[in-house]
Every structure is written in C-alpha cells, then in structure tokens.
C-alpha cells in the first residue's frame, strides 16, 4: 500500500454501511427519543403530564397515557380568584357539593385549622360509582403563593366485582393515602402551570 493511503477505501461496502446502520448514523435513521421528564413523584410513583386548559392539569404515570383507561391520576387546579382563608373554605365546599352532586359517596371531610406557620386547609375523600369502573378520589384545598388550589389524587378500579376491590383498596391503601396528599409538597405551582400545553 502506498504511503497515506487510507485502508477504509479497501473495506467492503457492505461492511460501512452495517456499521453506519448499526450506529444509527444511516441516512435516514432516526435519533433515538428522549424521554419526558417526569413533572413529580407521589408516593414512589412519576407522574408525567397528559392535559391542561384553563386551571385544570392531569398528570399520570407511565403506561397511562390514554387518559380514558388510567388507573392512578393526579390533578392540579388553580383557583385565582382565592386570595384568603374564607374564599378557600367556599371553595372546599363548592368542591364538595359538586362531588356529592355528581353523586359521590363521601368517606371523610376535615380542615386543618389555620396556625401561625401555615393557612387552612381542607381534605376531601369521596367514592364515585360508575357503570364500569369506580373511582377513590382524594382532594385536598390549600393556599400556594397567596391563591388558592387543590391537588387530587384519583385511584379508578376496573373490573369483575369492582365493589370488592374498591373495599379491599380502601382498606389496604385509604389511610395511607389521605396521609400522603396531606404532607406532600411537590407539587407544581399552579401559577407555573398556567398556559402549559402537551
């Protein structure tokens, strides 16, 4: 071979374009996609967001994309127009009289009383009954950054007998759950939210 002579021009076509191919460099070929960045964790769990509009945001874990066949669902809703204790408190039970409307059977309400460290806030848990499904929902009202929200925690069950296995989840995960949603902090802000698309 004669000096500065490359030796990649003597390699058999055949043999590039497999490494280019294996490579993922081929004309053609598509980068490898990254994946979304989970907006938080609630109880181990990543949740990525699905939806917004207005003040309402869904967020689910992985695998539960289709929003008409998840299982576990956390919902961020911003109220701006709550700027005080008592605005957050007719919103609690706004919120309930909604629930209890849409015929939700209600498993427990409290509210924290407001103490010099922090403002009131106020918890909802309530079942809803559904042809094919039933849904575990657990609200809770606070004020963030001087306007009022509620994050939701939502828990559907499919099935055979799902009367049975909603009672068997209550029973396994209910106070387990209430306690959970009432000392997290993560969640995003409402405000950071506003505007947000998929």
């Not at 058999?12 to 907006?39: Q, Y």
């Not at 015929?103 to 009954?129: M, W, Y």
């Not at 396994?172 to 759950?177: D, Q």
């Amino acid at each position: 071979m004669a000096a500065g002579t490359s030796s990649v021009k003597h390699q058999p076509i055949g043999v590039l374009l497999c490494l280019l191919v294996a490579g993922g460099l081929a004309r053609g070929a598509e980068p490898p996609a990254r994946a979304a960045k989970a907006a938080f964790v609630f109880r181990g769990v990543e949740y990525f967001h699905r939806w917004s509009q207005k003040e309402q945001h869904e967020f689910t874990p992985a695998g539960q994309e289709d929003l008409k066949k998840w299982s576990e669902m956390v919902t961020v809703n911003g109220y701006p127009s709550v700027q005080d204790g008592d605005g957050l408190a007719a919103t609690a039970n706004s919120v309930l009289a909604n629930y209890q409307k849409a015929g939700a059977k209600v498993l427990t309400t409290n509210s924290i009383p407001r103490t010099a460290e922090r403002p009131a806030e106020h918890l909802i848990a309530v079942v809803f009954g559904q042809p094919t499904f039933i849904e575990v929902a657990f609200a809770r009202l606070k004020m963030v950054d001087g306007t009022g929200y509620s994050v939701v925690y939502s828990h559907r069950i499919r099935g055979e007998k799902i009367g049975d296995a909603a009672s068997a989840w209550l029973k396994a995960h209910g106070a387990e759950t209430e306690k959970a949603i009432m000392e997290w902090n993560s969640t995003p802000a409402p405000g950071s939210l506003r505007g947000k698309k998929l």
